[in-house]
């Protein structure tokens, strides 16, 4: 079974940074995505970043281009999302996921297991 543990969340002012982490456990494969995803309170969860296991490539939600960077640590099954010029929009309950696929999409009902979250926030 899949399991995803967050880490690294917490309170940053606008313009900071912060790399909640995600450690997984479980692939029986070599073939997997794994995501972050996020919800604010009384919005929809929405994609923020994926990589793909196989050859690293990334796709990136349209909000964070250019501010967050999605990378991963094969040998640790580790996955980090560095997150640079946080706005208070960005505050929400950061999820990792993980999709035993080839390649990453950042469609939510792909990914089969969750982590539990953790909260970002961030203060104006």
């Known amino acids: 079974e899949v399991q995803l543990v967050e880490s690294g969340g917490g309170l940053v002012q606008a313009g900071g940074s912060l790399r909640p982490s995600c450690a997984a456990s479980?692939?029986?494969?070599?073939?997997?995505?794994l995501g972050w995803f996020r919800q604010a309170p009384g919005k929809e969860r929405e994609g923020v970043a994926c990589i793909s296991s196989n050859d690293g490539s990334t796709v990136y939600g349209n909000s964070v281009v250019g501010r967050f960077t999605i990378t991963s640590d094969n040998a640790k099954n580790t996955v980090y999302l560095q997150m640079n010029s946080l706005k208070p929009e960005d505050t929400a309950v950061y999820y990792c996921?993980?999709?035993?696929?080839?390649?990453?999409?950042?469609?939510?009902?792909?990914?089969?297991?969750w982590g539990q979250g953790t909260q970002v926030t961030v203060s104006s």
């Open positions: 479980g692939f029986t494969g070599d073939d997997y995505a």
């Open positions: 996921a993980a999709d035993l696929v080839m390649g990453c999409w950042l469609v939510l009902t792909e990914y089969d297991y």
